[in-house]
């Protein structure tokens, strides 16, 4: 019963890795269009660079004063934190039922 949580919790992760992968991308073309002294700080191949996920996962589009940046980037952070505790969970559950054996 344990591993078909972590299964679960996998299908979790699964669904918020789908929503980063439509929400991401759309901020990144914003930024791009709209705001360029950002995206020259985000440089080329910004999709996964370390640099800018810790952007977006520490709310910096909120010192941002555009509705439409913190209405894309938002759900792209949502989802990557549901992302990362669905996986998290995953391993938990993982890891209690090799103790178990």
């Known amino acids: ?3 078909f ?3 679960c919790f996998v ?3 699964i669904a918020g890795l789908s929503a980063f992968l439509i929400f991401w991308p759309l901020t990144l073309v914003h930024i ?3 705001h360029p002294a950002l995206a020259s700080e985000f440089g080329a191949g910004a999709f996964l ?4 996920l810790r952007w977006l996962l520490g709310r910096g589009f909120s010192g941002i004063a555009d509705r439409s940046l913190s209405g894309l980037a938002t759900p792209a ?6 992302t990362f505790g669905g996986l998290g969970m995953a ?11």
């Open 5 to 7: 949580f972590a299964l």
């Open 11 to 13: 299908g979790v992760a």
């Open 77 to 82: 952070r949502i989802a990557l934190l549901v």
């Open 91 to 101: 391993l938990l559950l993982w890891l209690f039922s090799q103790v178990m054996k």
């Open 1 to 3: 019963m344990t591993l």
């Open 32 to 34: 791009r269009d709209r």
């Open 49 to 52: 660079k370390p640099e800018c």
